[in-house]
Nanobody
Framework: QVQVRESGGGLVQPGGSLRLSCEVS????????VAWFRQAPGMERAGVGC????????LYPDSVKGRFTISRDNANNTMYLQMNSLKPDDTGVYYC???????????WGQGTQVIVSS
């Protein structure tokens, strides 16, 4: 399994922005899919974006659509999650993944914590 390392989280006020980074241990360009997930306090992990290489489509749930954007820097094997207009409900630990639908066997990274609070 490709290893990932998330970074860029922090404390931000509502309406603010953060850019999360995900460095992968292999070739980002060769991955069929990359994704971001988050786990809010007391809740299950949920997807916040799925980017598929095959068709070039990136999907977002309605809760973040228009505010979150996944991008790739293949030269540096790093993907990003740009988060704008942050809301308190965006608070959670954010994880990147190399599969949009990871199975129960999937080994998650450490994640990076995002706290949206005034």
């Amino acid at each position: 399994q490709v290893q990932v390392r998330e970074s860029g989280g922090g404390l931000v006020q509502p309406g603010g922005s953060l850019r999360l980074s995900c460095e992968v241990s292999g070739s980002l360009a060769d991955l069929n899919a990359v994704a971001w997930f988050r786990q809010a306090p007391g809740m299950e992990r949920a997807g916040v974006g799925c980017s598929m290489r095959a068709n070039g489509v990136t999907l977002y749930p309605d809760s973040v659509k228009g505010r979150f954007t996944i991008s790739r820097d293949n030269a540096n094997n790093t993907m990003y999650l740009q988060m704008n207009s942050l809301k308190p409900d965006d608070t959670g630990v954010y994880y990147c993944a190399t599969d949009c639908t990871p199975g129960s066997w999937y080994s998650w990274g450490q994640g990076t914590q995002v706290i949206v609070s005034s």
